[in-house]
């Protein structure tokens, strides 16, 4: 059975779209769903939990190095207005904005955690 965070890698190389959540166009949160096994959108970001099994995976960090040791690959991470998956090596696997694709990024520690600082986290559930 694949992990939520092996069906998203389905959808790398699809445009960003507002709303979408196929293979035709996808935004953040229509990833999730999608992932999820979702046949319609029942989750955004300002939502709260996630569709599907998951636990919150939260563990008190007081600095971006102490948070990076605690994440797994697939882990989900949500903040206010984004989710993506944890990819490993400080990557991230999302849907990021319009004029892009579902893909990798590399911006983990530089851009998300220092600009938006920590996210909720979510662990799939086996």
Request: aromatic share 14%; with cysteine.
């Amino acid at each position: 059975m694949k992990t939520y965070y092996e069906k998203a890698l389905e959808y790398e190389g699809v445009p960003y779209k507002l709303g979408g959540m196929d293979k035709n166009g996808a935004d953040c949160s229509g990833l999730v769903n999608a992932a999820t096994g979702q046949t319609e959108r029942v989750w955004h970001t300002g939502a709260g939990r996630p569709p599907g099994n998951w636990k919150k995976a939260c563990v008190p960090c007081t600095s971006i190095s102490d948070f990076m040791t605690m994440l797994e690959v697939g882990d989900l991470l949500l903040w206010h207005g984004h989710c993506a998956f944890y990819a490993g090596g400080e990557r991230l696997f999302h849907a990021r904005k319009p004029g892009t694709k579902v893909g990798f990024t590399g911006d983990l520690k530089t851009y998300w955690l220092r600009e938006m600082w920590f996210p909720v986290v979510y662990r799939q559930i086996f």
